[in-house]
């Protein structure tokens, strides 16, 4: 299941920027019908909640830790061990070999691929981690995609809404200037990028792939592949 777009609409966002520049969505998901590689990254935002309406949950299978709160449908792996506490708000789909640790809060709207790290004390809302994606410490990340091999060091936040509450526009890789008509949108990771401890990513940042931004940068617009984002 996807969005329609109109033709000419589509055709004005995925001339200059489409999902597959940033992303390869890994053959492990059994979304790739809501994620056309062809379809704008900001596009991908709206299609989480979309792959996840059928989705059927196994929390009342799992050996759930007193202190882990779990409520609605939510898909955990059994490969995946809980922590002792955390908050797991479905809609939420966990795949195999992911690692959550202590002090998790996933607030839902929430894919992990295989192999991904939901850290201790880091929130997650309505966003896509690709395969082996990691976010281990003290981070948000909210209406965002990190692509696979993306890691954030500690403390990192993808912020999702400007401080005039205004829609977020994106620049892609030639300059141009798009509307996504989204009042939340957070950053869209390519794969293989990284990103330093403390370093903020403004809404609408999009980090091409191989891309670096170091510590504590605040970086806002979009960082070409392989490119390093400094103060």
Same mark, same amino acid.
């Given at each position: 299941?996807?969005?329609?777009v109109?033709?000419a609409?589509?055709?004005?966002?995925?001339?200059h920027?489409?999902?597959?520049?940033?992303?390869?969505?890994?053959?492990?998901?059994p979304?790739e019908?809501?994620?056309s590689?062809?379809?704008s990254?900001?596009?991908?935002?709206?299609?989480?909640?979309?792959a996840?309406?059928d989705?059927?949950?196994?929390?009342?299978?799992?050996?759930?830790?007193?202190?882990?709160?779990m409520?609605?449908?939510?898909?955990?792996?059994? $490969?995946? @061990?809980?922590?002792a506490? *955390?908050?797991? %708000?479905?809609?939420?789909?966990?795949?195999?070999?992911? !690692?959550?640790?202590p002090?998790v809060?996933?607030?839902?709207?929430?894919?992990?691929a295989?192999g991904?790290?939901?850290?201790?004390s880091?929130e997650?809302?309505?966003c896509?981690?690709l395969?082996?994606?990691?976010?281990?410490h003290?981070?948000?990340?909210?209406?965002?995609?990190l692509?696979?091999n993306t890691?954030?060091?500690?403390g990192?936040?993808?912020?999702?809404?400007?401080l005039d509450?205004?829609?977020?526009?994106?620049k892609d890789? $030639?300059? @141009?200037?798009?509307?996504t *008509?989204l009042? %939340?949108l957070?950053?869209?990771?390519?794969?293989f990028? !990284?990103?330093?401890?403390?370093?903020?990513?403004?809404?609408?940042?999009v980090l091409?792939?191989?891309?670096?931004?170091?510590?504590?940068?605040?970086?806002g617009?979009?960082v070409?592949?392989?490119?390093?984002?400094?103060?």
């Open positions: 299941m996807y969005f329609e109109h033709p609409i589509n055709l004005l966002f995925t001339v920027m489409e999902a597959s520049e940033l992303f390869d969505l890994p053959d492990s998901l979304f019908v809501a994620f590689g062809s379809a990254p900001w596009q991908w935002i709206a299609s989480i909640s979309v996840l309406e989705l059927s949950g196994n929390k009342d299978d799992l050996k759930c830790p007193i202190g882990l709160e409520e609605g449908p939510v898909f955990i792996h059994p $490969s995946v @061990k809980l922590p506490y *955390g908050s797991i %708000k479905g809609p939420v789909y966990i795949a195999e070999d992911c !690692e959550l640790r002090g809060f996933i607030r839902g709207n929430v894919i992990a295989t991904s790290v939901l850290g201790n880091c997650f809302k309505n896509l981690l395969e082996n994606a990691k976010v281990p003290f981070s948000y990340v909210g209406d965002s995609i692509g696979n890691h954030l060091g500690a990192v936040v993808c912020s999702n809404l400007r509450q205004a829609e977020v526009k994106i890789f $030639s300059g @141009k200037v798009h509307d *008509g009042r %939340k957070g950053a869209f990771l390519g794969d990028s !990284e990103v330093g401890c403390n370093a903020v990513l403004n809404p609408g940042t091409g792939r191989r891309s670096i931004v170091l510590p504590t940068v605040s970086n617009g979009t070409a592949h392989g490119q390093v984002a400094k103060q």
